[in-house]
């Protein structure tokens, strides 16, 4: 891959160890996982990693503690997770720098697999401590980074370590960026854009960056109410930040001097509660009644998305196109989900999603697994997509 390190770089590893920032900050409930893809994603990496030989270290955070260790933001549940996920042992060390963590990994043999206690125990860690980071260093050889998640943080275990130790990009943070490449770096165009989610307020910057690299956007879900009002369309009460118009002309005006077309609803399903199951019609969106809120795109907003995928040859997609967590105003985020995933199928399509609810959208609607790629990436793939660099990868260039 050009431009990173990767571990076809990385040269013998028999009896080295290994630290692999990893990004474990699953979902729980209940004390049990809800969602394992992040573990799942990390595999490849730790596999390889072992089978040659290597020490292998994991270091990762859980959660936003505020105030040094606990045991709600303890690793050590993920460490049994981890382990069961990945179908061998993996051990546990109850911190991440200092004596425990050096006997647990003085203890290791080779090819075995030990995750750190939470790095964010520690201040120094969000700080990007030098004195910390050389701590973490202290236990490794090498340093591998496969959390590109987490890749917007510049903490001493995303972003110091690579200063401190021979560094590489994991495999998957190897697929991620392939795929970021594919998706705005260096697409093949035309290029569309679906963005969704609530608020426009979250997300200027990245119509902002959008607009001026792809060659159409289309707005769904409620922001687009926002540019909707913009406009002088009535949307009744429809979630609206009207304070924002003066932003989604602005995003407006400078589409059409990049000549990226913008595609706003043309119809939209309509509710007078947010509830799941709430009687809806469909109206056109100029007949949005005062009363009445848009919960989802219409079938002619759809078979309009539906047309720009056909017309692209690369799709970027974050966010849902209408509140896709309550039936029946998940159908256009399912339909059209379902209609690039079948693009993509048939070779016609470069896909790449991310961004926390989309994955969620994508997986509701069965096709998380045709895309060509869906980032597990929450804040680091709404960061990339604002065309901002990430520390964590700008540290891993050659
Ligand atoms: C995430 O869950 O998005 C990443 O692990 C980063 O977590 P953070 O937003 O707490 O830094
Ligand atoms: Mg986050």
């Not at 075995?112 to 401590?129: G, P, Q, S």
């Not at 980032?375 to 960061?383: D, I, K, N, Y």
């Amino acid at each position: 891959m050009a431009g990173f390190k990767t571990l076809d770089d990385i040269g013998a590893v028999s009896g080295k160890r290994v630290l692999v920032r990893v990004d474990l900050n699953v979902p729980v409930a209940d004390g049990k996982v809800t969602d394992a893809t992040r573990i799942e994603r990390i595999a490849p990496t730790i596999a390889e990693l072992s089978k040659k030989g290597a020490k292998v270290i994991l270091l990762a955070h859980f959660g936003r503690p505020k105030d040094g260790p606990s045991a709600e933001f303890s690793l050590e549940p993920i460490a049994r997770a981890t382990a069961e996920v990945l179908g061998r042992p993996v051990g546990f060390a109850a911190d991440c720098v200092g004596d425990k963590a050096a006997e647990a990994v003085a203890a290791m043999k080779d090819g075995d697999v030990l995750l750190f206690e939470n790095t964010r125990f520690y201040k120094a860690e969000e700080k990007n401590d030098p004195a910390f980071t050389e701590k973490l260093a202290a236990n490794g050889d090498i340093y591998v980074n496969d959390a590109f998640s987490a890749a917007h943080r510049a903490h001493a275990s995303t972003e110091g370590l690579a200063r401190y130790l021979p560094a590489y990009a994991g495999r998957t943070m190897q697929a991620e960026l392939d795929a970021l490449e594919k998706g705005l770096g260096n697409p093949v165009r035309p290029v569309v854009a679906i963005v969704g989610g609530a608020k426009v307020s979250t997300k200027i910057d990245l119509l902002m960056n959008l607009v001026k690299k792809v060659d159409a956007l289309v707005i769904g879900g409620g922001m687009a109410n926002t540019f909707l009002a913009a406009r002088g369309t009535d949307v009744g009460k429809s979630l609206c930040e009207h304070d924002l118009a003066g932003t989604a002309k602005q995003i407006m005006i400078e589409a059409a001097e990049a000549g990226c077309a913008i595609i706003l609803p043309a119809d939209g399903v309509v509710a007078k509660e947010f509830k799941a199951g709430a009687p809806s019609e469909t109206v056109a969106i100029e007949a949005v009644p005062a009363d009445g809120m848009i919960l989802d795109v219409g079938a002619k907003t759809v078979q309009s998305v539906n047309d720009w995928i056909d017309r692209a040859a690369t799709l970027v997609w974050n966010g849902p196109l209408g509140a896709f967590e309550i039936e029946p105003f998940d159908r256009a985020t399912v339909a059209a989900a379902k209609h690039a995933a079948a693009r993509t199928k048939a070779g016609k399509l470069v896909s790449v999603a991310g961004g926390g609810d989309t994955v969620a959208a994508l997986n509701h609607a069965g096709v998380a697994d045709d895309f060509t790629y869906v980032s597990t990436a929450g804040g680091a793939f709404l960061e990339w997509m604002e065309g901002k660099p990430l520390p964590g990868v700008e540290v891993l260039k050659r």
